[in-house]
Structures are given as C-alpha cells and as structure tokens.
C-alpha cells in the first residue's frame, strides 16, 4: 500500500518503500517516547489513527543507489509529492533515513541536491538537531530520524550521536525532543485524543 492514514493530519512519516520494517522498529519505539513525555507534562495523548504514512516512491526499484543518480520516475515523484505537500501543508514531516531525507529536501527545492551516500549518521543528527532548533509551527518541519539503530554497523556512532545523555538511548532521546515540540505548540495542533 502505497500510504495510509489522512493528509490532513498534522503529523506525517515519509518511508523508503525498501525499508517498510521502519515502521515498527524505529518509529514504534519513538512514538512510545513521544507518548510517554506528553502524557507525563499535560495528561493526555496523541490520536495516532490517523498519522499519515508515505512511501517516498511507488515503487522499490527505482530508489537510488550512487551518490548523483536520480531517475526521471524519482523527478515525477518529487514532483507529485510537492503538490500533495502544498495542498495539505503538514507540520511535522519526518523522514526515516537517507534516501527520503534527500527526496524530502528535493520536494522542497533545498539545495545543493544531495545523494542519499552523502547522508551518514552524524549528518542526519546535525539536520536533525536544526530541525528541532529552528522548529516552526506554522511551517513544515522536517525531521529526519535514522533508518536503523540496533543492527548498525554504525551503532556505536548511532549511540552516540543526536544529544544523547548517559543512560538515555537514540529511540527516548529524539522522541523526547520531538515531544518537546509538541508540547509547546499543543494548542496549534488538533492531534488529541478527545
């Protein structure tokens, strides 16, 4: 399927359709933090029903796999979610990885165009961390989360990146920040449960 969920949420996750399993072993455990914070600051929680979730592309294959190779499928894609992103105009948009990092900022005509290699941890924290810095209600804001965590190679750079504190671990750290967010802007955001 290629999404799910409504697109007029406030709150959507950009996939790489070759890593589904994100879904589950990194936004589940976030979403757990997520959850956890703000129930512990203001008593209630997110309605998640109706999240919406994006394959990057509608199809596997044409993902990249070089540094500066983008397929003529991959511009349309861009393009086509560029309208659905200007037509709805969701808040937070966060991105599972390197290659729906590089998509989204494309859909959003950052430049220089980057490919998904250039996209190591330790880049992903620093755009992580802008994006938490810089974080604006009143405008789309991109969150990119890692791809994957426990199976690393990179675990240890995984570990020790994104601000995290003794003790705490990636999938608390970066829920709790996003958390904060939310929690800062919960009047602006109609994602309660009622």
């Known amino acids: 399927m290629r999404e799910s969920g409504d697109r007029s949420y406030p709150i959507w996750l950009l996939v790489n359709p070759k890593h589904p399993a994100v879904r589950h072993n990194i936004w589940s455990p976030v979403l757990d933090a997520i959850q956890d914070k703000v129930y512990r600051e203001i008593h209630t929680r997110i309605d998640t029903t109706n999240i919406f979730i994006r394959n990057a592309v509608s199809d596997y294959r044409i993902v990249p796999y070089t540094l500066n190779w983008w397929e003529v499928e991959i511009a349309k894609e861009i393009e086509?979610?560029?309208?659905?992103?200007?037509?709805?105009?969701?808040?937070i948009l966060i991105t599972f990885g390197a290659f729906p990092f590089e998509f989204l900022r494309r859909v959003c005509g950052i430049k220089p165009e980057k490919g998904p290699k250039y996209w190591s941890t330790s880049n992903l924290e620093v755009e992580f961390n802008n994006s938490i810095e810089n974080f604006d209600i009143n405008k789309t804001n991109r969150i990119p989360l890692l791809r994957r965590v426990l199976l690393s190679d990179n675990f240890m750079e995984a570990h020790n990146c994104f601000g995290q504190k003794d003790g705490e671990n990636y999938y608390y750290n970066v829920g709790k920040r996003i958390a904060e967010k939310i929690i800062e802007n919960k009047d602006s955001l109609d994602i309660w449960i009622k």
């Open 80 to 91: 086509l979610f560029r309208e659905i992103v200007l037509e709805h105009k969701p808040r």
